[in-house]
């Protein structure tokens, strides 16, 4: 028989669930707008103020608030949090965990995560027991097909999830119930060590990054990997085109989307597809990157949590605006694609001396990927007028050739001065790490950048 505190904690995530998937669906803006409006004002007058560093903000318009952004989190950790954690103690917790391989420690009843330091600064995060069973629930509500739902029955089969990440976390395993199997699979111990539990399992849902779905799709057609997935998901890193169709072709349907980062479970893919932003639970100001206001750097206020308080939280990621609403008819804002981070974002001088243009990631990508259908691996870094190309190809020297020309092209079709391009072997990434394409080291020196 349940005990009481179990219970307490199975309703929260069911009503989180119910909630998330019925009630906060909105097809109307301006119902969603008032919605986020009430949060917002009962969050920052009684949760936001609990963090010191912003009590004096209380009772003030939401624009009248500081930014805040990873690094000044870090620095300010404990007057950025309600419950007066020092970063240390954290952070003691947080690394214990990823040198035991034992995430199951908290410090009181709070999971404490450390980020994977994408942008080179790695963040540790804070989550009350509460905020984790209330996420439970809106992530399974947002990410669940209809047709899987039926096994949250008593009288059915027990859902069956397979997680694959570099570090494990409470937050994850607050799914785990009698009706919800769930296995994690620790990305530092490789693929290989995973086929078999995988096989064993049978997992209805396979959740893990892009690269380790296509990964797993390449085992499957190899043969060494007999599993059929009703859902997949895709987590961490951009999923990009051909690892779709790869992933699509090998188990018959393509992957969905969450975009969840350290800071908040950020959006999700609907029933067509399509990557929403999760607006039902954090507020988004654009911070718009071109003229045409399609690309944007969002602003977030998330007022749905109650221990790491963000506000006006500025994420490092580039994100593009869909040209027309979904056919879902969610009134929360459609993506065509979560790019990258700004950091991905390279810069040439205009031909026309007006400065620094940026080439934002989609363009690079698009013409790395359509340039040679041999190539297996690569990577661009750009240090000034230097671009240094990693590639793993059938035909390195061929590949090259097609690779320098079509960058030739894209210079051409941006009308920036060519970079300098410098090809070298493939080297892989260390185990469990996310794939990083582009990395902006340097700008060229001694332009203004104009968008």
């Not at 950790?77 to 970063?87: E, K, P, R, V």
């Not at 693929?191 to 390449?218: F, I, S």
């Not at 243009?357 to 340039?371: E, N």
């Amino acid at each position: 028989m349940l005990d009481l505190e179990r219970l307490r904690s199975l309703l929260r995530v069911a009503i989180s669930f119910i909630q998330s998937r019925w009630w906060l669906r909105f097809s109307d803006r301006h119902r969603l707008e008032a919605w986020q409006a009430r949060q917002l004002q009962r969050f920052l007058r009684d949760t936001a103020p609990k963090a010191p560093r912003l009590r004096a903000f209380r009772g003030q318009p939401l624009e009248h608030w500081p930014e805040m952004d990873k690094t000044l989190l870090m620095n300010e950790f404990s007057a950025c949090n309600s419950q007066n954690i020092d970063l240390q103690s954290a952070l003691d917790v947080a690394l214990q965990a990823e040198h035991s391989r034992d995430f199951s420690p908290q410090l009181g009843e709070l999971t404490v995560g450390l980020s994977s330091g994408t942008s080179g600064h790695r963040g540790v995060f804070l989550v009350g027991r509460e905020e984790r069973e209330r996420w439970a629930g809106t992530l399974l509500a947002r990410t669940l097909p209809t047709r899987l739902l039926g096994h949250l029955l008593p009288w059915r089969p027990p859902l069956r999830i397979a997680f694959f990440l570099r570090a494990n976390s409470r937050l994850y395993t607050t799914l785990s119930s009698r009706r919800i199997d769930f296995a994690f699979h620790d990305l530092l111990l490789g693929l290989d060590a995973a086929l078999e539990a995988l096989e064993q399992q049978q997992p209805h849902v396979l959740v893990a990054p892009a690269t380790v779905l296509r990964a797993l799709a390449d085992a499957h057609l190899a043969g060494r990997l007999r599993i059929a997935p009703a859902h997949l998901v895709s987590v961490a890193e951009v999923l990009e085109e051909e690892d779709a169709q790869r992933i699509e072709h090998a188990f018959g349907q393509r992957p969905a989307q969450i975009y969840q980062a350290s800071e908040g479970f950020l959006g999700y893919s609907c029933e067509h597809g399509n990557l929403h932003l999760n607006e039902t639970h954090l507020l988004i100001e654009p911070q718009w990157l071109d003229q045409e206001q399609r690309r944007f750097q969002p602003l977030i206020t998330d007022f749905s949590r109650t221990t790491q308080i963000i506000v006006r939280y500025r994420l490092n990621d580039i994100l593009q605006l869909a040209p027309t609403p979904c056919p879902c008819g969610r009134a929360e804002r459609t993506l065509t694609a979560i790019e990258g981070r700004a950091d991905e974002i390279f810069w040439l001088p205009a031909l026309d001396g007006s400065g620094l243009r940026p080439l934002y990631p989609d363009l690079l990508r698009r013409a790395i990927a359509t340039a040679q259908a041999n190539l297996e691996e690569w990577r661009l870094r750009q240090d000034g007028m230097d671009w240094h190309l990693q590639l793993k190809a059938v035909e390195p020297g061929e590949t090259g050739a097609a690779l320098c020309q079509a960058l030739q092209t894209l210079f051409q079709q941006q009308q920036v001065q060519p970079a300098t391009l410098h090809i070298t072997d493939w080297l892989p990434d260390e185990p469990g790490a996310k794939r990083r394409r582009l990395l902006l080291q340097r700008r060229p020196e001694g332009t203004p950048c104009t968008y």
